[in-house]
Nanobody
Framework: QVQLVESGGGLVQVGDSLTLSCAAS????????LYWFRQAPGQEREFIAA????????LYGDSRAGRFTISRDNSKNTVYLRMNSLKREDMAVYYC??????????????WGQGTQVTVSS
C-alpha cells in the first residue's frame, strides 16, 4: 500500500509559476514510479510526468511543453511538479499517482486525492 498526499495547488495568474508537492508513504517506495497527471473538467485524465527512484528515470508526456519539471526527493519521499508560465488551459485538478510499473495511460495502482490549480487571466 502506498499513500499519496498532494499539496501546493491554488489560485494563480497567467504567467505565474507554481510547485506542487506529493508526499508518499508506504513500504519499499524505491520500487515505485511516482507520477503527475491532471484532469480538466470534461476532459480525460492526462499524463504529465513520471519519476523513478533514480534521478535519470524521468519521463514526460506531451502536455509538458517544456514548462513543467518533475523532481523527486527520495530522502523526503516526495515528488514535485514545478510549473512555469502557467496558462488558462493548465487549470485542472492535478493528481499524484504511484505504481511499480509504467502507467502513463492512467491505470496506476495508487492515487492521491488531487489538488486544484486555478489560473486566472
Amino acid at each position: 500500500q502506498v499513500q499519496l498526499v498532494e499539496s501546493g495547488g491554488g489560485l494563480v495568474q497567467v504567467g505565474d509559476s507554481l510547485t506542487l508537492s506529493c508526499a508518499a508513504s508506504g513500504r519499499e517506495l524505491r520500487t515505485y514510479w511516482l507520477y503527475w497527471f491532471r484532469q480538466a473538467p470534461g476532459q480525460e485524465r492526462e499524463f504529465i510526468a513520471a519519476a523513478g527512484w533514480s534521478s535519470e528515470s524521468i519521463l514526460y508526456g506531451d502536455s509538458r511543453a517544456g514548462r513543467f519539471t518533475i523532481s523527486r526527493d527520495n530522502s523526503k519521499n516526495t515528488v514535485y511538479l514545478r510549473m512555469n508560465s502557467l496558462k488558462r488551459e493548465d487549470m485542472a485538478v492535478y493528481y499524484c499517482a504511484a505504481d511499480l510499473f509504467l502507467c502513463r495511460t492512467g491505470a496506476c495502482a495508487y492515487w492521491g486525492q488531487g489538488t486544484q490549480v486555478t489560473v486566472s487571466s
